[in-house]
């Protein structure tokens, strides 16, 4: 059983940035693809980002490409996201997910997910 845990949310002012973290245990973090996904209020949950197990393969949502990086750190079990150039839109609580391979966590039939952080951008 795979335990994923989000932090680093917070209010921040547009244009600015934040650095979200996920911290994974239960499980053998390097063989899992992870992903971010986020969900406003009134709207349904949506992609934002996703990594391989080895991190040679990433994919950006268009919404945020340019402005939002996926990372990882398989020595500390860890998902990273960097936002920058954060926008109103960006609002939402996030995401992190597992699963067994990239293909399945990018459409969101992720394995495993996190409660989720709350980010807000005041514009």
């Known amino acids: 059983q795979v335990q994923l845990v989000e932090s680093g949310g917070g209010l921040v002012q547009a244009g600015g940035s934040l650095r979200l973290s996920c911290a994974a245990s239960?499980?053998?973090?390097?063989?899992?693809?992870m992903g971010w996904f986020r969900q406003a209020p009134g709207k349904e949950r949506e992609f934002v980002a996703a990594?391989?197990?080895?991190?040679?393969?990433?994919y950006t949502a268009t919404s945020v490409k340019g402005r939002f990086t996926i990372s990882r750190d398989n020595a500390k079990n860890a998902v990273y996201l960097e936002m920058n150039s954060l926008k109103a839109e960006d609002t939402a609580v996030y995401y992190c997910a597992s699963g067994s391979t990239l293909a399945s966590v990018r459409v969101g039939s992720a394995d495993y997910w996190g409660q989720g952080t709350q980010v807000t951008v005041s514009s």
């Open positions: 990594i391989s197990s080895g991190s040679s393969v990433r």
């Open positions: 239960g499980g053998t973090f390097s063989m899992y693809a």
